[in-house]
Structures are given as C-alpha cells and as structure tokens.
C-alpha cells in the first residue's frame, strides 16, 4: 500500500503541473486514431477500440467534463477511404468495476470490457458541425467513479469504438471543469494501458509514452503493431540511452524485451518513437502496449509521473529532435 500512496502523491503532483490534455504536450502525439471496424487493420488498428482512464482526486467534489476535440469522421484530419461512411461511439462508464474488472484493463475488447456504469454515449459521423470542434459530455460527479487508490483516485473510462466504415477517426480528449473552454482538474490525471495513435509524418518530430516503473518490475516485455518500418523504437532512462526494441512491419506485431535497471525503479521510462528521415512514410499508425514479467499490462500516464526522466551517463552525440 505505501507503493499505492507514493504514486497518488506523485499523480497530483505531476498532473497539477501539466493539467489533463490526451495526449499530453509532452508525449508529443498529434492525434489518437480508432478505425470503423470494416477497415484493414494494415492502416495501423488493431481492433477499432481504444480505452482511457481519467483519474479524479479523491478529495475533489466539483463537477467536470470530458472533452472531445473533432469527434466526427469526415475532416481535413481524418484518414479517409474512399467516401466517408465511419461512425464513431464514445462512451463514459463509471462505477463499481469500471477498471477494477479484469477485462477492462486488456488489451482486446472482449469480455466485459465495458464494465461499470454507463453514464454518457454518443456516436459521430461525418457532421461537418463537429469537425475540428469540442463536444462536451458532462457534467460528471467525481463520486460517480470508482474509487481505486492504486490508480489515483475516483476512476473513469472512455471507450472509443468504430461500430461501421473503414476510414481513421483522429481526435483528442481534455478533461477540464468547464463545459466550453480547457481548465485542467487540479490533481486529475489520464492513462491507458494500449495506445493507438498517429505519428507525425515530419521525420525530425519524435513521439513519446511514459510507462512507470515500480519496485516490483524485473522487465518489461513491449509490443508494437503496425510500425511499418518507419524508423526506431528506444527506451531512455536515468540510466539508459537510445536502448532499440524491436519494430514491426505492416500489419503484424512484434515484442521484445528490456531488462528494468535498479535506478530505473519508481521512476517513468521514456519510450520514444523516432522517425527514419531517409523514409518517406507518412500517416503512419501504431499500436503499443507493455507487459511486466507477470504479464500484468503497466499504464501510460498522459505525464510522466515523477517527471520525465533525464539519462544522467556520460554524454552522447545525437541529432536534435523535438
């Protein structure tokens, strides 16, 4: 339990700093993707569903919101396959089993994966009225959540589903406690334990995620889908400097492991996503989840809990990358 609360002191801590947009400014994602399910999974989804959980201190009492930037599927940011004919449901679930359920913390929408109370739905087509806009859902009761100390408090899900099509819905979230505008939930915080998101297609901009690392984590066993060439998967570290995992090809996975150094415990790693510049591969997608040796999957914060983690080895040459 001590490992619970030092992270809960360290979730607040980093979220009051940085506030609850998904993905973060400092994992530098342009977009999360989720596909209609008629579509191949080689445009880079595995299984046209993405899961998120929002955390809410367990002393707030206000109300707040998630927001959805460009929820519809028929803009100038979404990938298109032939006509547009996507539909997308977000849904906000809350409650007893909301990710205390086993299945609600896989990496396949199976089972009850769904768990919890359903407490906001909506599905989006092409409206050009939502195009590059917010919608809202919310109010929420932070006591409608469920209560896990392990994972920062009251806990809420958004499930992401393409329920028809074949073309890529890009969007973001932002939890925020104004209905129209951006203001962060002092102490809140998002994660995910798969990401399904896009690439920049600039080669010079690198990606990052944020696993953290507790007391109890021997490796990690990670694995990627979809990566279709594009360049280099690296973990840095404290300790660590450009450590390559191994990349997929298109439409296929493929995993490797990383050995969790001593000083790399109860810190975040930072897994970075660079780009080969003698490539030209553009509106690239991937999937990319971690396991520990147990097989238990770890979360990515949205923020590296306990800040991002700056390799203190000897200096290296390397080309500057945002």
């Known amino acids: 339990m001590q490992t619970y609360f030092t992270l809960l002191?360290?979730?607040g801590a980093v979220a009051a700093s940085f506030g609850q947009p998904v993905p973060a400014e400092e994992e530098?994602?342009?977009y999360?993707?989720?596909?209609?399910?008629?579509?191949?999974?080689?445009?880079?989804?595995?299984?046209?569903?993405?899961?998120?959980?929002?955390?809410?201190?367990?002393?707030?009492?206000?109300?707040?919101?998630?927001?959805?930037?460009?929820?519809?599927?028929?803009?100038?940011?979404?990938?298109q396959k032939g006509a547009f004919n996507?539909?997308?449901?977000?849904?906000?679930?809350?409650?007893?089993?909301?990710?205390?359920?086993?299945?609600?913390?896989?990496?396949?929408?199976?089972?009850?994966?769904?768990?919890?109370?359903?407490?906001?739905?909506?599905t989006f087509g092409s409206q050009q009225k939502y195009d590059g806009q917010w919608y809202t859902f919310g109010p929420f009761n932070p006591l409608e959540g469920e209560l896990s100390p392990k994972y920062g408090g009251y806990i809420f899900k958004m499930i992401t589903e393409g329920v028809?099509?074949?073309?890529?819905?890009?969007?973001?979230?932002?939890?925020?406690?104004?209905?129209?505008?951006?203001?962060?939930?002092?102490?809140?915080?998002a994660f995910t334990f798969e990401y399904t998101f896009r690439l920049h297609s600039d080669p010079w901009q690198t990606?990052?995620?944020?696993p953290y690392i507790d007391n109890e984590v021997i490796y990690l066993?990670?694995?990627?889908?979809?990566?279709?060439?594009d360049g280099f998967i690296r973990v840095y570290s404290v300790v660590s400097f450009a450590e390559e995992l191994t990349t997929s090809q298109d439409n296929n996975w493929s995993s490797s492991k990383y050995t969790v150094k001593d000083q790399e415990r109860g810190k975040s790693l930072d897994i970075q996503f660079t780009k080969d510049e003698n490539k030209n591969v553009n509106?690239?997608?991937?999937?990319?989840?971690?396991?520990?040796?147990?097989?238990?999957?770890?979360?990515?914060?949205?923020?590296?809990?306990?800040?991002?983690?700056?390799?203190?080895?000897?200096?290296?040459?390397?080309?500057?990358?945002?």
């Open 9 to 11: 002191l360290l979730l």
């Open 28 to 30: 530098n994602i342009p």
């Open 32 to 79: 999360l993707v989720t596909f209609g399910k008629d579509a191949d999974t080689s445009w880079g989804d595995d299984d046209f569903c993405q899961v998120f959980f929002f955390s809410i201190p367990a002393d707030h009492r206000t109300p707040f919101f998630i927001r959805v930037f460009d929820p519809d599927c028929g803009g100038e940011a979404d990938e």
């Open 86 to 122: 996507t539909m997308t449901r977000f849904s906000v679930y809350g409650g007893e089993g909301c990710i205390s359920e086993d299945d609600a913390r896989s990496v396949d929408p199976v089972g009850n994966f769904n768990s919890g109370n359903l407490l906001a739905s909506k």
């Open 164 to 189: 028809r099509g074949d073309d890529g819905n890009l969007y973001r979230f932002y939890m925020s406690t104004a209905q129209d505008e951006n203001i962060p939930v002092e102490g809140g915080n």
């Open 207 to 210: 990606s990052h995620v944020y």
């Open 221 to 229: 066993a990670q694995s990627n889908f979809d990566w279709d060439n």
């Open 283 to 322: 509106n690239n997608n991937v999937v990319f989840y971690v396991t520990n040796q147990y097989g238990d999957l770890l979360p990515f914060y949205t923020v590296p809990i306990g800040g991002i983690p700056r390799y203190q080895g000897k200096a290296v040459a390397r080309p500057i990358r945002k």
